[in-house]
């Protein structure tokens, strides 16, 4: 299961963090999470994905250097930091998983299990 939080009013420039709750999974069972979002009458977009060491993370080009994608040392909550938001960032967030070993390979946006998403807006 995948529990996301986090989302809210924020205005522009400002930051948010959000987490994601992750359950149900072996202790050894390989994964990468991830985020995606979307915006009203927009398709869905990758944001970040982590590996389940935390080693291995992936930022589409879009994203690079506004978002950080990190996880707790028990691997059960996977955050995301947004800094410098944008009105343009206002969105759904999904946490998204896919059981495979590292990130980059699939398309955040296919991963196979969501969460419910929580709702981040950007606005003055």
């Known amino acids: 299961q995948l529990q996301a939080s986090g989302g809210g009013l924020v205005q522009p420039g400002g930051s948010l963090r959000l987490s994601c709750a992750v359950s149900g999974l072996g202790s050894e069972e390989h994964h990468v999470v991830g985020w995606v979002r979307q915006a009203p009458r927009k398709g869905r977009e990758g944001v970040a994905c982590?590996?389940?060491?935390?080693?291995?993370?992936f930022y589409p080009d879009s994203m690079k250097g506004r978002v950080t994608i990190s996880r707790d040392n028990a691997g059960n909550t996977i955050y995301l930091q947004m800094n410098s938001l944008k009105p343009e960032d206002t969105a759904t967030y999904y946490c998204?998983?896919?059981?495979?070993?590292?990130?980059?390979?699939?398309?955040?946006?296919?991963?196979?299990?969501w969460g419910q998403g929580t709702l981040v807006t950007v606005s003055s």
């Open positions: 998204v998983l896919d059981k495979t070993t590292i990130c980059g390979g699939k398309a955040i946006r296919f991963f196979d299990s």
């Open positions: 982590i590996s389940r060491s935390g080693l291995n993370t």
